[in-house]
């Protein structure tokens, strides 16, 4: 099956820092998402980007489907941000995603 | 609130029993996704349903059912529970009246078998 990787597994920032969070992908998807697990453990979608760029907020992310990548970008950190971000990718239009490991994102006052 | 609703939040058993777990998909979403949290395997699918009919099936053990039923709400039963089963349960849904999009969870169940 197709293979998730995110980069880094483990990241601390200072707040107000700005961070760049990674997945690369196995093979070509037409369903891609991020989501936000906080440390309450709920799962909160960011973005469901196959292609192309968004932004919401503080918040972008770009998918490279061609070179099977996408990136997260997080602006401005706040230590609400804290938790970790999954990617999770389908080859399929459908939702039976494959998720990655997952960043675990830190933000210090 | 993602608008998808899980009960119970927390359950606790022993090794052999079985439990069944409940979830209302958001108004008028079609689809219901069931996916696992556990510290070994990480977030993985398990089984989809699609206006009652089963849809997909992923990495879900045969101890393991679901339903949907006619009112959209599903069930998941787990049956002759195992230690290595304790897990975080996710029930998900589509938004629009499809199965692609974006992807909606619920706050989960935290099963812990003993």
């Known amino acids: 099956g197709i293979q998730v990787e995110q980069s880094p597994p483990d990241l601390i920032l200072q707040e107000g820092a700005n961070s760049t969070l990674r997945c690369n992908f196995s093979d070509s998807v037409n369903n891609l998402q991020w989501f936000h697990q906080n440390p309450w453990g709920q799962l909160i979608n960011l973005f469901y980007i196959p292609s192309g760029t968004k932004q919401n907020g503080r918040l972008s992310a770009t998918t490279v489907a061609t070179e099977r990548y996408s990136l997260l970008y997080i602006s401005s950190s706040q230590t609400t941000d804290s938790g970790v971000y999954f990617c999770?990718?389908?080859?399929?239009?459908?939702?039976?995603?494959?998720f990655g490991g997952g960043t675990r994102l830190m933000v210090k006052p | 609130d993602s608008g998808v609703t899980q009960t119970p939040k927390h359950l606790i058993t022993a090794t052999g029993q079985r439990v069944t777990l409940r979830c209302s998909p958001r108004?008028?979403?079609?689809?219901v996704y069931w996916y696992q949290q556990s510290l070994d395997q990480g977030l993985q699918f398990l089984i989809q349903?699609?206006?009652?009919?089963?849809?997909a099936k992923g990495n879900i053990l045969e101890r393991f059912s679901a339903q949907q039923f006619p009112d959209l709400h599903s069930e998941l039963n787990l049956s002759s529970l195992e230690l290595g089963d304790s897990a975080l349960y996710f029930c998900a849904s589509t938004s629009s009246g499809g199965w692609t999009g974006e992807l909606f969870f619920g706050e989960g169940s935290r099963l812990t078998v003993l």
């Open positions: 999770a990718v389908d080859p399929n239009a459908g939702n039976m995603l494959t």
């Open positions: 108004s008028g979403d079609l689809s």
């Open positions: 349903y699609y206006n009652g009919e089963e849809r």
